[in-house]
């Protein structure tokens, strides 16, 4: 049982003991002819008072929004956290009905139509609308709200901001589609490679055998380059389907951010692309494979210069140490690097379409690159995600660990 909950059992227990305890007392004192009426009442009042604020105080300060609504759905209750969830102040909720707060108008009557059947709705999930106009998702509870005649005259509504969790659900829903991706994945490849090296050790044995200058030469040696060509792709395959395991050590995310940009400047000096980099001097270290987090911070520059063919700019910020979601402990700290450009954007619909394998939109990609990021990411603990509008460019967020994971059973890295 955690401190807070014992405390708060501890409270209850010495109001009501010390309620009951004052009665008995007064009850006695009365018995034996002395007038205790008037301190009876400020007693009682002054425990009222005890528990009432308690109340307000736990309704208010409780990790969650909390609304009462009436029969037709017009707010009568809201604590602070509901408010702050939409962007209003509470008085600007007070008298408003809830449905205006659904993203889409067959969701609220959807819920209302629930509320007024059920007596009780658990983990339901909807979209609501922020005062600023953006979308996000949200987690319901909902029960019936009586009055003392145990008539039901509305709901009780705890809300709660899912947007994060949702972020994590893609990403592991992401993790897990990869990893089967991958296992089938080096088993094609493995089976593929076996009859290639039996077709290019054929051709070369035909080429001995033919005049250098023939056609037939000609036609052996495309076999030969076409089969190199594949292998080449199965290689690709292959570090996507099995990356090796990484060797993590701390490194300074800078030294290895200015290695890739110092190996990349020539191009984007090439395609008028202005480079910008914001680094605090502050930023810890991070606990990574070196090699493998250049690669994908490489993988994402070349990704933001192929998106600015008529130049641009290209920005990297590092912050940090972050959270991560839903964690405080010092081993969820995160260092988060930010790689902006000022591209043509990615479109809603295919964002997720992005890391999957053998996706994309270059005329001569693979359609692998983000896909082996991803596998990297994941060996090394980290997590990458993406924000892009059309028109407005792409944001992708890289978070690394500050420190070795540990393993819960044995404490070890």
Same mark, same amino acid.
């Given at each position: 049982?955690?401190?807070?909950?014992?405390?708060?059992?501890?409270?209850?227990?010495?109001?009501?003991?010390?309620?009951?305890?004052?009665?008995?007392?007064?009850?006695?004192?009365?018995?034996?002819?002395?007038?205790?009426?008037?301190?009876?009442?400020?007693? =009682?009042?002054?425990?009222?008072?005890?528990?009432?604020?308690?109340?307000?105080?736990?309704?208010?300060?409780?990790?969650?929004?909390?609304?009462?609504?009436?029969?037709?759905?017009?707010?009568?209750?809201?604590?602070?956290?509901?408010?702050?969830?939409?962007?209003?102040?509470?008085?600007?909720?007070?008298?408003?009905?809830?449905?205006?707060?659904?993203?889409?108008?067959?969701?609220?009557?959807?819920?209302?139509?629930?509320?007024?059947?059920?007596?009780?709705?658990?983990?339901?999930?909807?979209?609501?609308?922020?005062?600023?106009?953006?979308?996000?998702?949200?987690?319901?509870?909902? =029960?019936?709200?009586?009055?003392?005649?145990?008539?039901?005259?509305?709901?009780?509504?705890?809300?709660?901001?899912?947007?994060?969790?949702?972020?994590?659900?893609?990403?592991?829903?992401?993790?897990?589609?990869?990893?089967?991706?991958?296992?089938?994945?080096?088993?094609?490849? /493995?089976?593929?490679?076996?009859?290639?090296?039996?077709?290019?050790?054929?051709?070369?044995?035909?080429?001995?055998?033919?005049?250098?200058?023939?056609?037939?030469?000609?036609?052996?040696?495309?076999?030969?380059?076409?089969?190199?060509?594949?292998?080449?792709?199965?290689?690709?395959?292959?570090?996507?389907?099995?990356?090796?395991?990484?060797?993590?050590?701390?490194? /300074?995310?800078?030294?290895?951010?200015?290695?890739?940009?110092?190996?990349?400047?020539?191009?984007?000096?090439?395609?008028?692309?202005?480079?910008?980099?914001?680094?605090?001097?502050?930023?810890?270290?991070?606990?990574?494979?070196?090699?493998?987090?250049?690669?994908?911070?490489?993988?994402?520059?070349?990704?933001?210069?192929?998106?600015?063919?008529?130049?641009?700019?290209?920005?990297?910020?590092?912050?940090?140490?972050?959270?991560?979601?839903?964690?405080?402990?010092?081993?969820?700290?995160?260092?988060?690097?930010?790689?902006?450009?000022?591209?043509?954007?990615?479109?809603?619909?295919?964002?997720?379409?992005?890391?999957?394998?053998?996706?994309?939109?270059?005329?001569?990609?693979?359609?692998?690159?983000?896909?082996?990021?991803?596998?990297?990411?994941?060996?090394?603990?980290?997590?990458?995600?993406?924000?892009?509008?059309?028109?407005?460019?792409?944001?992708?967020?890289?978070?690394?660990?500050?420190?070795?994971?540990?393993?819960?059973?044995?404490?070890?890295?």
């Amino acid at each position: 049982m955690s401190s807070k909950l014992q405390k708060q059992k501890q409270i209850f227990s010495l109001l009501n003991s010390r309620l009951i305890n004052e009665n008995q007392d007064f009850e006695l004192l009365e018995q034996q002819g002395f007038s205790v009426g008037q301190k009876r009442y400020d007693v =009682s009042r002054r425990l009222k008072n005890q528990v009432f604020h308690f109340h307000r105080n736990l309704i208010q300060n409780i990790n969650a929004g909390l609304l009462t609504i009436d029969l037709d759905g017009e707010i009568t209750f809201s604590n602070h956290n509901a408010a702050h969830l939409l962007g209003y102040r509470v008085e600007d909720l007070l008298g408003k009905n809830i449905s205006v707060y659904f993203s889409r108008e067959e969701e609220a009557r959807k819920f209302l139509e629930l509320c007024q059947g059920a007596e009780r709705i658990d983990e339901y999930e909807s979209h609501f609308v922020h005062r600023e106009g953006r979308i996000f998702i949200v987690g319901v509870n909902a =029960s019936r709200l009586v009055d003392p005649a145990n008539n039901y005259i509305g709901v009780v509504l705890l809300i709660r901001d899912l947007t994060e969790v949702q972020q994590l659900r893609k990403q592991v829903e992401r993790m897990e589609r990869l990893a089967l991706l991958g296992e089938l994945s080096a088993g094609i490849a /493995h089976e593929i490679r076996n009859p290639l090296a039996g077709i290019k050790a054929a051709s070369q044995v035909l080429e001995d055998q033919h005049h250098a200058d023939g056609m037939e030469v000609q036609l052996i040696r495309r076999i030969v380059r076409e089969v190199d060509k594949a292998n080449r792709l199965l290689k690709e395959f292959f570090k996507f389907a099995k990356p090796t395991n990484p060797q993590g050590d701390y490194y /300074h995310i800078r030294q290895i951010i200015d290695s890739v940009y110092l190996l990349l400047a020539p191009r984007l000096k090439k395609n008028s692309i202005r480079y910008e980099e914001v680094i605090k001097e502050d930023i810890p270290k991070v606990f990574v494979d070196g090699t493998q987090i250049e690669q994908i911070i490489l993988n994402l520059f070349i990704n933001a210069l192929e998106a600015m063919p008529q130049g641009g700019v290209l920005r990297v910020e590092v912050s940090g140490p972050v959270q991560s979601a839903g964690k405080k402990t010092p081993r969820s700290r995160f260092v988060e690097v930010r790689i902006t450009d000022t591209g043509g954007g990615i479109p809603a619909e295919d964002i997720e379409k992005i890391f999957t394998p053998f996706y994309t939109t270059k005329d001569e990609g693979v359609g692998l690159g983000l896909s082996i990021c991803t596998r990297l990411v994941e060996k090394n603990h980290a997590s990458m995600d993406v924000i892009s509008q059309p028109g407005q460019g792409s944001t992708f967020f890289l978070r690394l660990p500050t420190r070795p994971r540990r393993e819960k059973s044995t404490g070890r890295v």
